[in-house]
């Protein structure tokens, strides 16, 4: 399973359609991987696995969202004042 996600990542290009997100606007695609990456870099830390299979969800968040809130949403998790649950 770890190969076929390095395949992925090595032909990643840009963020692919998501179901749950048919609409044109991604702020909640956007929202949702960065959630997602964060969540499972912190389950897989935990269980000392690698964390190579987040990459994907890092991939996709940094291809659609913009990078003020990126840095502001990082602002907020190091201050532990981040809105989202983690």
Same mark, same amino acid.
């Given at each position: 399973?770890?190969?076929?996600?390095?395949?992925?990542?090595?032909?990643?290009?840009?963020?692919p359609f998501d179901a749950r997100f048919p609409n044109q606007n991604q702020t909640r695609n956007c929202w949702a991987n960065y959630v997602d990456y964060h969540r499972? =870099?912190?389950a897989l830390t935990a269980?000392?696995?690698? %964390?190579?299979?987040?990459?994907?969800?890092s991939r996709v968040y940094k291809s659609l969202c913009p990078v003020a809130w990126v840095e502001k949403w990082d602002? =907020?998790?190091?201050?532990?004042?981040?809105?989202?649950? %983690?």
């Open positions: 399973m770890a190969e076929d996600i390095k395949a992925k990542l090595e032909n990643y290009r840009t963020a499972c =870099q912190k269980k000392g696995a690698d %964390i190579s299979p987040c990459e994907w969800y602002e =907020q998790r190091e201050a532990g004042t981040f809105p989202g649950k %983690i």
